[in-house]
Structures are given as C-alpha cells and as structure tokens.
C-alpha cells in the first residue's frame, strides 16, 4: 500500500498534541489536574494528564496509535529514502526510530501512581525522547544530503529548518537533562514548563516534515546506481 509521507508527517504532528490538549481540558473538568497554561506556568505535568480515570481511557489508546504511525513513519523515510542513498547511516536512523517508539510504549503502557509504574515510566520516556532526538538528527542529514539530488519531491528550505531544529532538540536536551534528573522542592514547575515545551519543539519536527515534501506528483522515483 502507498502511503503519502507528507499526510503521514501531519498526522503524527496533529494527533499526540490533540490527545494531550484535550486530555488536559477534561482532566482539568474533572478537577483532576489543575487549570493553569502549562507551557508558561508547569503547574501539572504530561503524564498527571493522561494517567487518571476516566481520561487514561482516551489518552493510551491515541497515544499508542501515534505510536503506530512513528513506526510507519520511520519505515515510510526509510524506504523512501533509500531510492536514493544506500548507506548504513540510514539503517541506523530507522533502527533508532523504531528503538524510540517501543520505549514510547513502555511509558505509556506504565502510565499508573506505583513506585514501580513511577520508575518504568520514566525510564520509558527519557529512553523515548533521547532515541528520538537522535533519530530526527541522523534523518535531517540524510534529507540535507538529499536536497540536490531529490530537489523534485523535497524543499530545500525546509530541510535547512529541520536539520536546525534538530541540533536546537540535542543541544538544549543535553543542557537540560540534569535539570530534569535532579530532584529539588519546589522545582517540578520549572521541570513541567521545559517537558511541555519540548515536547512541543519534538512535534514540530514532524510538521516541518510534512513541508519538506512537495505534493506528489505521477512521477516514477529514480534509483541510484
């Protein structure tokens, strides 16, 4: 089955930011987190929103299938890609890819308030995060590597904005981890405006990967020798 990478891209951009945004609005009716906008006040964090009765119950299952679609993702600019380019630097992207989706799993999978539920899951999501970082790096190289070749299906411009974002996610991620790893009283707020935040930053790849892709057109893609 043909699957249109630049749909793909804006879907996988949409779908986890509709999921946490109205998760946040019901737990927030439901006087389970408090109301506040969290990316400027951190006054809850991603997972309170979507680890409580009765909105667990929507958020997991969107939540795994955005993890569905990262998979098809990653295979979709794998195959892609390697029209193209024959290197090992692609096979590990995609390896890395995948990586990050099955931790992404267990973070969902162990969204709950036991200490064992506590670790799992964030052991799930760091793992998920760093594996993902790298991935949209290694993949940004291999489209600004592209740029000439398939300038016909890819726009230059937005792959010179999707290789930036990506060093701007391992660069502050690098600089913040220990924030994030330190415990301190009175500090989650800090933590949840820079989770939520970078989460933000971690999905805007994927919208700038819908425009890096032209509107297919009934052309047969080449094959490098």
Known sequence: MRINIRYLSLIVFILPLFTVVISYIVSVKLNLVSFCIPNIDGCTSISRVGRYEPVKYFF??????????????????????????????????????????????????FLGESDIYRFFRKIGIYIYIFFTVIAQLLLSIQYFKLRNIANKLLNKKFIKYKLMLSIFLVVFGLAVLPILLIKIEHFSEIKNIISWNYFLCVQLYYLISFLCWKPISPVVLPTRE
Do not use: A
């Open 60 to 109: 997991k299952p969107f939540m795994f299938l955005f993890g569905v679609l990262l998979l098809i993702y990653w295979r979709e600019n794998f195959l892609k890609l390697k029209l193209f380019t024959k290197n090992n630097q692609l096979l590990i992207t995609f390896i890395i890819g995948i990586l990050s989706v099955i931790f992404l799993f267990l973070y969902i999978f």
